[in-house]
């Protein structure tokens, strides 16, 4: 049978798992924990308040950000490509 964990810790854990940016997989590795007992935990939680309204706003403001941030990165190697490619065209 596997190790009990206190509510505490399920609520810490399902906070964790919805706050920090990180995947689902990293903080159940993080937290020694399974992906399926990490789920079950976070749907359980889910009507509750173990998450501010403002703190899971912040949280997927910042999911928001990253992914913009991530496309932008990638417009601006395509750009630097194309900035070397017809530099080195010869007219």
Do not use: C, Y
């Not at 509510?7 to 924990?33: M, N, P, W």
């Not at 079950?40 to 913009?68: F, Y």
């Not at 990165?73 to 530099?87: C, I, M, Q």
């Amino acid at each position: 049978m596997g190790l009990k964990r206190t509510e505490e810790f399920r609520a810490d854990a399902v906070r964790i798992a919805l706050t920090s940016g990180l995947t689902r997989k990293q903080v159940a590795d993080d937290l020694g924990v399974g992906m399926s007992t990490l789920n079950k935990w976070i749907t359980a939680h889910r009507d509750t308040d173990v998450i501010s309204k403002e703190d899971l706003s912040l949280a997927q403001e910042n999911d928001r950000l990253r992914r913009e941030n991530r496309i932008l990165k990638e417009e601006r190697e395509v750009l630097k490509k194309a900035t070397v490619f017809f530099a080195s065209q010869k007219p």
